[in-house]
C-alpha cells in the first residue's frame, strides 16, 4: 500500500508542482492569471512541447538527441528557400506553403532515420552522434543564410501568417496541434505494441532481444518519430517570424530534454508518461512567464534555471529505473 501510495504521489508529483507555481504567480502578479497570459504561454509551450513528445519516446528508449534546437533551425531554413524557390514556379502561395509544410515533416523524418540508422547499425553512441548533428544542422544553415537570416516572401508571410497567428474556438492554432500530438503520442505509448516495445527496450534491451523484439527497428522508429516531430513543431514556428537565423532553436534541446524528465521520464530509460511530459513543458514555460512578470531574476538567466531543474531532478531520479 506504502508503495502504491508513493508511486501515485510521484506521478502526480509534476501536476501539483505545477498547481503551486500557478498559485505563486497569481499571488506575486494578478496579470498572471488571465485568458490572454495563459494563451501566450500554452502558445509558447506548444514548440516545445510537441518535440518533448517525440524526445519523450527517444528517452524511455534509454536514448537522447542533443540537436532538436540545431534541427528546427535547419529545417526552418530549408523551408523557408522551398517555399521562395517553389512559388514563382507553381504560381499560388497556398501551394507552395504546403509544399514548404511537407517538406519540414520529411526532412524531420530524414534526419530522424539517420540518427536512428547511425545509432543501431553504426553502433555509437546517441550522445556522440547527436551532439555531432547538432554542430553540423546549425553549420548548414549558417552556411544557406551566409551567416545571416533567411527570411520568407512578404506575400507567403501573409498567407502563412494563420497557422501560427490564428485561433480557433478562441485558442491559438499551435496549441490545439500540441493537443493533437500529445493524444497520438499517448496513444501510441500506452496502447500499441510498439508503445510497450520502447518501454521494454528502455527497460533492459538484451532481454527485449531476446525476447524476438526488433530492437534496432524499434529505435530507429522513435528517432524518426522525433524528428517528425521537431518538424511539426518547426512548421508551426516559421510563420511567427517569417525568417531563419543561426540563433533559430537555440537551446530547445535543453528545453525539450528538461521537460521529459520534470515530467516524470526515467533519465535511464524504461518509465514515462506523455501527459507528464506535457505537465512538464507547461511548469517550465510557466517558471520562465514568471520570470519575466516579476522581475525576480534577469531573463537571461532563465536558461541557467532550467538547467538547475534538470540537475535537481536528476539528483532526486538517483538509483531509479
Given at each position: 500500500m506504502g508503495i502504491l501510495l508513493r508511486r501515485h504521489l510521484r506521478e502526480a508529483g509534476p501536476f501539483i508542482g505545477l498547481l503551486l507555481l500557478c498559485i505563486v504567480g497569481t499571488l506575486l502578479n494578478s496579470d498572471f492569471a488571465t485568458w490572454d497570459n495563459a494563451m501566450n504561454v500554452l502558445t509558447r509551450?506548444?514548440?516545445?512541447?510537441?518535440?518533448?513528445?517525440?524526445?519523450?519516446?527517444?528517452?524511455?528508449?534509454?536514448?537522447?538527441?542533443?540537436?532538436?534546437?540545431?534541427?528546427?533551425?535547419?529545417?526552418a531554413g530549408c523551408m523557408i528557400m522551398v517555399m521562395?524557390?517553389?512559388?514563382?514556379?507553381?504560381?499560388?502561395?497556398?501551394l507552395a506553403v504546403l509544399v514548404g509544410m511537407a517538406v519540414a515533416v520529411a526532412l524531420g523524418a530524414a534526419f530522424g532515420l539517420a540518427h536512428g540508422v547511425l545509432i543501431t547499425k553504426g553502433r555509437i553512441e546517441p550522445f556522440i552522434v547527436t551532439l555531432g548533428t547538432l554542430g553540423i544542422f546549425r553549420a548548414y544553415l549558417t552556411y544557406f543564410s551566409n551567416g545571416g537570416a533567411l527570411?520568407?516572401?512578404?506575400?507567403l508571410g501573409d498567407v502563412y501568417g494563420p497557422v501560427y497567428y490564428g485561433a480557433w474556438l478562441g485558442v491559438?492554432?499551435?496549441?490545439?496541434?500540441?493537443?493533437?500530438?500529445?493524444l497520438v503520442g499517448a496513444l501510441l505509448l500506452n496502447r500499441t505494441r510498439y508503445g510497450r516495445y520502447v518501454?521494454?527496450?528502455?527497460?533492459?534491451?538484451?532481454?527485449?532481444?531476446?525476447?524476438?523484439?526488433?530492437?534496432?527497428?524499434?529505435?530507429?522508429?522513435?528517432y524518426?518519430?522525433?524528428?517528425?516531430?521537431?518538424?511539426i513543431a518547426?512548421?508551426?514556428?516559421?510563420p511567427r517570424l517569417g525568417s531563419a537565423s543561426p540563433t533559430t532553436g537555440l537551446l530547445w534541446e535543453l528545453e525539450a530534454i528538461a521537460a521529459v524528465i520534470v515530467g516524470g521520464t526515467a533519465l535511464k530509460g524504461g518509465q514515462g508518461r506523455?501527459?507528464?511530459t506535457v505537465i512538464g513543458a507547461v511548469l517550465l514555460s510557466v517558471i520562465g512567464n514568471i520570470l519575466n512578470l516579476t522581475s525576480i531574476i534577469s531573463v537571461y538567466l532563465n536558461a541557467a534555471v532550467q538547467g538547475f531543474v534538470i540537475i535537481v531532478v536528476a539528483f532526486l531520479q538517483r538509483g531509479r529505473r
Amino acid at each position: 500500500m506504502g508503495i502504491l501510495l508513493r508511486r501515485h504521489l510521484r506521478e502526480a508529483g509534476p501536476f501539483i508542482g505545477l498547481l503551486l507555481l500557478c498559485i505563486v504567480g497569481t499571488l506575486l502578479n494578478s496579470d498572471f492569471a488571465t485568458w490572454d497570459n495563459a494563451m501566450n504561454v500554452l502558445t509558447r509551450t506548444a514548440f516545445i512541447g510537441i518535440i518533448a513528445v517525440g524526445m519523450c519516446f527517444v528517452i524511455i528508449s534509454g536514448g537522447i538527441d542533443l540537436s532538436v534546437g540545431s534541427m528546427a533551425a535547419l529545417i526552418a531554413g530549408c523551408m523557408i528557400m522551398v517555399m521562395n524557390g517553389v512559388a514563382p514556379l507553381v504560381g499560388s502561395p497556398v501551394l507552395a506553403v504546403l509544399v514548404g509544410m511537407a517538406v519540414a515533416v520529411a526532412l524531420g523524418a530524414a534526419f530522424g532515420l539517420a540518427h536512428g540508422v547511425l545509432i543501431t547499425k553504426g553502433r555509437i553512441e546517441p550522445f556522440i552522434v547527436t551532439l555531432g548533428t547538432l554542430g553540423i544542422f546549425r553549420a548548414y544553415l549558417t552556411y544557406f543564410s551566409n551567416g545571416g537570416a533567411l527570411t520568407l516572401d512578404n506575400a507567403l508571410g501573409d498567407v502563412y501568417g494563420p497557422v501560427y497567428y490564428g485561433a480557433w474556438l478562441g485558442v491559438p492554432i499551435p496549441i490545439w496541434v500540441f493537443l493533437a500530438v500529445a493524444l497520438v503520442g499517448a496513444l501510441l505509448l500506452n496502447r500499441t505494441r510498439y508503445g510497450r516495445y520502447v518501454q521494454a527496450i528502455g527497460s533492459n534491451e538484451q532481454v527485449a532481444r531476446y525476447a524476438a523484439v526488433a530492437v534496432d527497428r524499434v529505435k530507429i522508429l522513435t528517432y524518426v518519430l522525433l524528428g517528425v516531430c521537431v518538424g511539426i513543431a518547426t512548421l508551426l514556428y516559421v510563420p511567427r517570424l517569417g525568417s531563419a537565423s543561426p540563433t533559430t532553436g537555440l537551446l530547445w534541446e535543453l528545453e525539450a530534454i528538461a521537460a521529459v524528465i520534470v515530467g516524470g521520464t526515467a533519465l535511464k530509460g524504461g518509465q514515462g508518461r506523455v501527459a507528464g511530459t506535457v505537465i512538464g513543458a507547461v511548469l517550465l514555460s510557466v517558471i520562465g512567464n514568471i520570470l519575466n512578470l516579476t522581475s525576480i531574476i534577469s531573463v537571461y538567466l532563465n536558461a541557467a534555471v532550467q538547467g538547475f531543474v534538470i540537475i535537481v531532478v536528476a539528483f532526486l531520479q538517483r538509483g531509479r529505473r
